[in-house]
């Protein structure tokens, strides 16, 4: 692994108020966040140096490793895009998750705080039980009672006690619902089912925030480098929706008809992990601290489609 990574940039000057040139660590810069986490801070001329190690440059569960990378690039401020994401899998092999999502995330926390860097975690809305009474209390606060249901949100919360118990400066960032136009998503499947099927059946009785990962990168920025206290923080683009109203929207920017969506119900479709019927994240914390507003689902996926089309639409 060089110290250099995937990717380096230099972008001049200090940004106000900062005790020493900033230089950003991003972990995980090979998937949706981590690329658009490099693409938005390429766009701020006072951001710094910026590298990205990607999974095969760092492997965070090495501790030798994670201990080295951050003794070599000297960062300012380490964003943990890294994680092991895929939510089935997770429940016939929730070692490998834990070891990912939570041992891997407090060395980095660890590490973070002997060299004065600043860390910035990625979590999930897997972390609450995402019933489906929540919908009549309303979006979850950061301090509402965390009761994950499947191995992926057990390894999730593992790795945010982790990070804070590690680092009194770090920030735990909860999201859901992700799409960007590197890897696979959400979005990306239904452009290719589009393409493939006259009808597409999609779930209309699981509620969360569709968030763009080029919106989250910046959100994720802007938190890194306000004076916001270290803690738990919700970021997600505002508004909420179903995956049967979410693909419907897609097939709108695709210029398809709608109406190919059909809705159907989650006990329909069946998964080794549970899904949460209810996840939004309220971001009280979020605005309290004063942090940039972050738009709505529906005009973020414009957004997305007028920027990256041919990304969604490629398969």
């Known amino acids: 692994m060089s110290p250099q990574g995937s990717a380096v940039t230099s972008t001049g000057s200090t940004s106000s108020g900062a005790s020493r040139r900033e230089r950003w660590l991003i972990v995980g810069a090979g998937g949706q966040l981590g690329a658009d986490l490099l693409r938005v801070l390429a766009e701020r001329p006072d951001a710094g140096d910026v590298i990205g190690l990607t999974r095969a440059e760092l492997d965070i569960t090495d501790e030798a490793a994670v201990a080295k990378a951050v003794a070599d690039v000297a960062p300012t401020v380490i964003v943990n895009a890294a994680a092991y994401t895929a939510v089935d899998a997770a429940e016939s092999d929730e070692p490998a998750a834990l070891a990912v999502n939570a041992y891997g995330p407090g060395l980095l926390a660890a590490a973070a705080e002997r060299n004065e860097a600043r860390l910035v975690h990625v979590s999930t809305d897997y972390v609450f039980a995402g019933d489906g009474s929540r919908a009549a209390v309303g979006p979850y606060a950061e301090d509402a009672p965390t009761a994950p249901r499947s191995a ?28 960007g136009s590197t890897g696979g998503n959400f979005v990306k499947t239904m452009s290719r089912l589009e393409r493939e099927r006259e009808t597409i059946s999609v779930v209309d009785d699981q509620r969360g925030s569709p968030t763009w990962s080029r919106d989250l ?32 929207a897609i097939f709108e920017e695709l210029g398809a008809d709608p109406e190919r969506v059909l809705p159907t119900t989650t006990d329909a479709f069946p998964r080794p992990a549970p899904r949460p019927a209810y996840s939004v994240l309220g971001g009280q914390r979020w605005r309290a601290a004063g942090l940039p507003a972050m738009r709505p689902w529906r005009e973020a996926l414009h957004a997305a489609f007028a920027s990256d089309a041919a990304a969604f639409r490629a398969t």
Do not use: I, M, P, Q
């Open 217 to 248: 990168a910046a959100g994720l920025v802007a938190l890194a480098r306000s004076d916001a206290a270290g803690g738990v923080y919700h970021c997600t683009n505002t508004g909420e929706t179903t995956w049967f109203g979410f693909t419907r």
């Open 152 to 179: 992926y949100g057990r390894t999730k919360r593992a790795g945010e006690v982790a990070v804070l118990s590690a680092s009194t400066r770090a920030y735990v960032v909860r999201t859901a619902w992700v799409y």
